[in-house]
């Protein structure tokens, strides 16, 4: 009989050829389980998403309920569903006032694509600045913001007016102007390894853009919801966006994104024309319903504030010669090391061991570390033996 293995390989879009190929049967908490048994801490998240651990009983609870209601009733926007509505209020009274007004969509990707073409409208203006080594999603309008070109290149063209800054490198927010409709900006860098940005670079940006009437539109898709040891990765800095993009965490397990501006910011999308963005799907009535119940976990909790002493416990552990660097904030970090082959290593020996780690789209010589974030001190210390032994075993 032919595995699923194979049917994955036959019948599934390969999106590299290389895959995994761990399949999963079950998933709880913290932890994976394949088709024989084998259990797997998941120090990947399925890339900070479940910052709550898998299968969460509240979120299971809520979907249950929404599940007896109502699936799909109409496009996003014309019905008043309940989900929506409790959820973007809670998003809402957790954020600061100007953000105010929630769109919901399908992914990071959308509201990648939902924000650019909103501050496009608001300030009339063409021009995009973007970071090198940026990731925030893969459709076109979000990989014209992509600042790596060998993902690019084989898209072109794409969308015009489009420049590329160094992150952190203030010199550079000079070419911010009145001429720049926004700055897109992973409030920490992702993809690129793990990368934080100064205080008073942050600060400096938000005052150019405020200079320059530009809108700042910070992706916290990978860092929100208390990965970094704050709710939002913004309050890091003592500044707020324009525009804030959500997406990942933000449903709790279940597929959802936002963008969510000022009401006046966004009041533009519903009129002249009217339809300023389209989505079918956003917002889901079951997704809504687990986002909600997956915030209140996070909330009431109480998951955000362990968060650091979680990331003292792997810095402090994490020492090891083959071990270059320790980036990021909370659990939210990359381990540098000196080559692909010595991470494809290290990511083998863990899988053997029972630990499934990874690395970034834009630098493969770093791990990531970005467990669920209700990761417990003696599972951090099971998980670092596991990697300091993987690291022993390196030539
Ligand atoms: N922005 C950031 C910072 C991301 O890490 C990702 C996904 O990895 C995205 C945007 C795109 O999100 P999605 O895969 O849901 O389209």
Redesign the pocket.
């Known amino acids: 009989m032919i595995s699923n293995k194979q049917l994955f390989l036959l019948n599934n879009a390969q999106t590299s050829t290389t895959p995994k190929m761990l399949e999963i049967e079950r998933a709880e908490g913290i932890y994976l389980y394949d088709t024989n048994g084998k259990a797997y801490i998941d120090l990947v998240s399925g890339?900070?998403v479940s910052n709550i651990g898998h299968r969460h009983p509240r979120v299971l609870a809520a979907i249950q309920d929404q599940l007896n209601k109502y699936l799909h009733v109409t496009v996003y926007g014309e019905y008043v569903q309940t989900p929506m509505v409790k959820f973007a209020e809670k998003l809402v009274s957790v954020l600061p006032s100007s953000l105010n007004n929630v769109y919901f969509v399908n992914?990071?990707?959308?509201?990648?694509e939902g924000a650019l073409k909103l501050a496009k409208r608001y300030t009339g203006r063409s021009k995009i600045i973007s970071c090198k080594n940026?990731?925030?999603?893969?459709?076109h309008g979000?990989l014209s913001v992509m600042g790596n070109e060998e993902f690019k290149q084989k898209y072109r063209p794409l969308l015009p007016d489009v420049s590329f800054i160094h992150f952190n490198r203030e010199a550079d927010l000079e070419q911010i102007t009145t001429e720049t409709a926004c700055v897109i900006m992973?409030t920490l860098q992702?993809?690129a390894g793990i990368r934080v940005a100064d205080l008073h670079y942050m600060q400096k940006l938000r005052q150019r853009c405020d200079e320059t009437g530009t809108l700042l539109i910070l992706?916290?898709?990978?860092?929100a919801f208390g990965r970094t040891g704050k709710l939002f990765a913004f309050e890091h800095y003592g500044i707020v966006p324009d525009v804030l993009?959500l997406?990942?965490a933000l449903g709790g397990g279940m597929?959802i994104?936002a963008f969510i501006a000022d009401k006046k910011v966004m009041g533009l999308l519903a009129e002249n024309p009217i339809l300023g963005h389209i989505t079918t799907f956003g917002g889901h009535p079951v997704s809504c319903a687990a986002g909600l119940a997956g915030l209140e976990v996070v909330l009431e909790e109480q998951l955000v504030l362990p968060v650091f002493e979680k990331e003292a416990l792997f810095r402090d552990l994490l020492v090891h010669p083959k071990i270059k660097e320790i980036r990021g904030m909370g659990l939210m970090l990359g381990m540098q090391l000196d080559s692909f082959q010595q991470v494809e290593k290290v990511s083998q020996l863990c899988s053997e061991e029972g630990l499934v780690i990874d690395w970034f789209?834009h630098c493969e010589t770093a791990m990531r570390i970005a467990p669920p974030l209700v990761i417990t001190e003696a599972e951090i210390r099971k998980v670092c033996k596991v990697i300091l032994n993987a690291l022993d075993q390196l030539t």
């Open positions: 890339f900070a992914s990071g990707a959308e509201a990648t940026s990731y925030h999603g893969s459709t979000a992973e992702g993809e992706d916290e898709i990978q860092a993009l997406a990942k597929p994104g789209l």
